[in-house]
């Protein structure tokens, strides 16, 4: 049985869900051909990725293929209670509704693990952590994993190290389909289209500052370009540093940048990455936001803590008064701000990625109990397939070798 906030939500949700269908021509045409091969038929799945239209569109396409699904969201904030709905509708367990408290959100991933999966879709990494703490006795069942984000990623590259990983993991995050154009592009959008959203103020003519420049980093600091900013990359790593500094961009510390920006957006991973010394330097006015998957990059106890006044500014913008007298402004309360302020990735974009989590679903299925426990990268045979289907949905032709350049390219002896 479903938890979810309100089923009469539904018809919203098939509305948007309907939208993101017409855009996911990938996804559509795996759907289509799972329909007919039935690749995850009697196959268990627990999903936890934010729950809007794109997932849903994922977990219908798994349905397709003969697969049952409890599905959880990944962040309290970016669960759309109408989405949840509708896909309750649809014949999949879900558990999950906006703004969780942290004891509904766990209690919500442990209901989707109930379901003994065999496949389990991740995005940040708290389904397996839940596996190899509190669920252990669910690891018999599990098959492999999945995990979509960079911050799941890291972790499991830990649990691996430490000899803890208990069942294969696919990276799908590292392949190429995904962070090419999921980090860089769709954060790039969504993020602003976040901040916008939430702000109505403009970006041309304003300093941001990016803290961390891998592929998010990336898309976040170009579309801030696009629009008119001058911008200000914070870097712990100096090859990274060294390119946005050929990119075009200032490079300097976050105790630098922030005595300079007028808007401030953290997409590095880690922890306190705007903190309390930080907070002291920033002018009036200034607004911070994270693009990280977890509200730890601006350390919100702190500026609770330095705050002499709190005030909601606008929605979803809190206000802290400091002694100073001047004000700091934080949106979505320091999480993720293209999910918890917006609706995530583009329709377009969410297609690679996920055509990427169905095949590597179909890829573990596949071989059972045969893969190490370990992090798996995608084949790249699969990886290409998706670029394929994505070009061939927009009437996009690539040249092909001749047999006489495939000879050479394969030929070290040239004389």
Not at 96 to 116: M, R, S, V
Not at 151 to 164: C, D, S, V, Y
Not at 248 to 256: C, S
Request: aromatic share 6%.
């Amino acid at each position: 049985m479903s938890e979810i906030r309100d089923v009469s939500l539904a018809e919203s949700g098939r509305q948007k869900i309907g939208w993101v269908e017409k855009n996911m021509p990938v996804v559509g045409r795996l759907e289509a051909e799972f329909r007919e091969t039935r690749p995850f038929a009697g196959a268990r799945f627990a999903v936890s990725v934010h729950m809007e239209a794109k997932t849903a569109r994922l977990v219908k396409a798994i349905m397709a293929g003969g697969g049952t699904v409890s599905a959880a969201g990944c962040n309290p904030l970016s669960t759309q209670d109408d989405v949840a709905a509708a896909l309750s509708l649809e014949g999949a367990e879900v558990y999950a509704w906006h703004d969780e408290t942290p004891e509904e959100y766990k209690a919500h991933l442990l209901l989707a693990l109930d379901g003994k999966p065999n496949v389990v879709i991740d995005d940040g990494g708290d389904l397996a952590t839940l596996l190899h703490t509190e669920r252990q006795d669910l690891l018999p069942h599990v098959l492999g994993g999945c995990e979509e984000t960079t911050t799941g990623i890291n972790r499991l590259i830990i649990m691996q190290r430490e000899g803890a990983l208990r069942y294969p993991v696919i990276a799908v995050n590292n392949a190429d389909c995904k962070h090419l154009f999921d980090n860089r592009y769709g954060t790039g959008q969504s993020v602003w289209d976040g901040i916008n959203r939430t702000t109505n103020l403009i970006v041309a003519g304003k300093t941001v500052v990016v803290a961390g420049y891998g592929w998010c980093g990336k898309g976040v600091s170009m579309r801030a370009k696009g629009l008119g900013a001058k911008v200000a990359v914070c870097e712990i790593d100096p090859i990274k540093a060294a390119e946005a500094w050929m990119d075009g961009f200032d490079v300097m510390p976050m105790d630098d940048a922030a005595r300079i920006g007028d808007l401030f957006v953290t997409v590095t991973g880690c922890s306190k990455v705007i903190g309390e010394r930080h907070f002291g330097l920033m002018k009036d006015g200034a607004i911070m936001c994270n693009a990280g998957h977890f509200n730890v990059e601006i350390d919100m106890p702190a500026l609770e803590r330095l705050a002499v006044e709190r005030r909601e500014q606008r929605a979803s913008i809190m206000g802290y008064r400091l002694p100073s007298g001047r004000w700091l402004n934080l949106l979505a309360q320091g999480r993720l701000v293209n999910l918890a302020s917006g609706d995530g990735h583009p329709a377009e974009i969410m297609d690679m990625s996920f055509a990427i989590q169905l095949l590597s679903a179909k890829y573990i299925l596949e071989r059972g109990h045969s893969l190490k426990n370990e992090l798996i990268f995608l084949p790249a045979e699969l990886d290409r397939l998706v670029a394929k289907y994505k070009l061939e949905s927009m009437g996009v032709r690539i040249d092909a070798l001749t047999g006489e350049q495939e000879r050479y390219l394969n030929t070290w002896n040239l004389g």
